[in-house]
């Protein structure tokens, strides 16, 4: 390899590696003004109540080279028709890109007492999900009791992937698949749309983000299909539980040029009595094709550091008298 | 000025509404509580799933106590301009927490932190 490209590789690397932070981050020079500081100059985004005398920091998106972003339509332009058969793009929840956290919850079915009441458990299912004790919704445990798998940095796993902490997706298509390139945990999956599904007999290995299959049901719709998933991950962060019998339905409805709605469907019928929907029609918008994903890494020394920091938290508090 | 700074722990005790904070990680050993410390910085630890300011606080007799200040992810808050470089050891820093561990920690949940100069690093522009 010539030297020049080497060098250029490396300094790739480099900046690649500086612009992940999670141990040293060095911005663009646009945004160098902020260093030591923190703060950002100007920016769109709303003051608190009260507004500080010196000045405060406002929310201002940015993407992995800390570059200010925001959705294209939410830039001015205007969407024109959803093209046929692709769902290539960078695309991040809208109207706000953190509307996708759902940490207590999908959207459509959080874990809150009026959504668990119309959770069709079965009695193997309730079971189970008594059993999961995880750090938000109805079964929330101090930190120390807490049993969920990614709190140890187990792969996050379908269909948590996009039921928790759903960020930026770049969506990659080719003559034979759709690849979704996810920003949490930086992991992909890999739709095939050449093929059916395997037979449940045929799935001797149960897998992490499962088998998945995609069909196109008319020009701007694909139907996903998934099944094959292993049984120790959560489907959300609530620690709703899922058997190998597992059937997870996604459907992406490009709207138009901009946006995509997607919705899932859970059916398992060892865990729920019937399907359930833990998203209906939850907005993507298209991001600028400069967007660079930021890295979000579950890293397992980290986490071990987290643990140990918050260790002494988990003591049960002194009685009231 | 530097005998207000060792005043240390200010205010506390105003219920204030939970924080919608964003990892897999709860809030079960925290009770909902405003308290505001003033401090000296002795490490940024910019780590996932959330990251820490860890901030020493010294009384009017010299004692100690060193509090461990939980932040969001750094995936969140980059998008309010901290960065790895945000704070370093020595930073005189007065840390607003909107919840804190029940069993008397010094542990907590940051709102905000106001810079020596005055400005305001919000976790959440709301």
């Known amino acids: ?321 | 000025m530097k005998r207000l700074f060792q005043a240390s722990l200010l205010l506390s005790v105003l219920v204030v509404g939970s924080t919608s904070l964003l990892a897999h990680h709860g809030n079960a050993s925290y009770e909902n509580k405003e308290v505001t410390i003033k401090g000296k910085v002795t490490q940024w630890l910019w780590t996932n799933p959330h990251s820490f300011l860890m901030v020493d606080v010294t009384d009017e007799n010299g004692k100690v106590v060193h509090w461990i200040c939980e932040n969001n992810a750094p995936s969140t808050l980059v998008n309010f301009g901290f960065t790895a470089k945000t704070f370093k050891a020595g930073d005189e820093v007065t840390v607003v927490m909107s919840a804190v561990a029940k069993n008397g920690t010094p542990a907590g949940r940051i709102t905000r932190v106001i810079l020596a100069d005055g400005y305001v690093m919000n976790s959440e522009v709301r």
């Open chain 1, 1 to 321: 390899m010539p030297r020049r490209v080497v060098a250029s590789a490396i300094a790739i690397a480099a900046l690649t590696l500086s612009s992940s932070s999670l141990t040293h981050a060095q911005a663009p020079a646009e945004t160098q003004g902020r260093q030591g500081r923190g703060g950002q100059a100007g920016g769109r985004g709303r003051g608190t109540a009260a507004p500080a005398p010196n000045g405060q920091n406002e929310n201002i998106h940015v993407d992995g080279w800390n570059r200010k972003q925001e959705s294209l339509e939410a830039t001015g332009k205007k969407p024109g028709p959803a093209p046929a058969r692709d769902l290539s793009g960078i695309w991040e929840p809208v109207p706000r890109y953190r509307d996708g956290v759902f940490a207590s919850g999908p959207r459509d079915m959080p874990s809150d007492k009026a959504h668990e009441a119309t959770m069709p458990y079965t009695p193997q299912g309730k079971q189970a999900m008594d059993s999961h004790k995880a750090g938000f919704g109805v079964n929330i445990a101090p930190i120390a009791e807490i049993n969920d798998p990614f709190d140890t940095c187990d792969p996050i796993g379908f269909p948590r992937i996009i039921l928790f902490n759903l960020r930026a997706v770049q969506i990659v298509q080719t003559p034979k698949q759709v690849l979704m390139l996810y920003q949490n945990t930086r992991t992909f999956r890999t739709i095939w749309t050449d093929r059916e599904l395997p037979k449940a007999a045929e799935i001797t290995e149960p897998r992490w983000f499962g088998y998945s299959v995609g069909k196109w049901t008319d020009p701007t719709t694909l139907v996903v299909t998934t099944t094959g998933l292993d049984e120790s991950t959560w489907i959300d962060n609530v620690g709703r539980p899922h058997s190998d019998q597992l059937v997870v339905e996604e459907t992406y409805h490009r709207v138009d040029e901009l946006n995509i709605d997607l919705t899932v469907k859970i059916t398992d019928p060892v865990m729920y009595t019937q399907p359930w929907y833990p998203l209906k029609n939850f907005r993507l918008g298209m991001n600028s094709p400069d967007f660079d994903i930021r890295e979000m890494i579950c890293s397992v020394s980290q986490q071990a550091l987290f643990n140990q920091l918050l260790k002494n938290t988990t003591d049960a508090a002194p009685e009231k008298k």
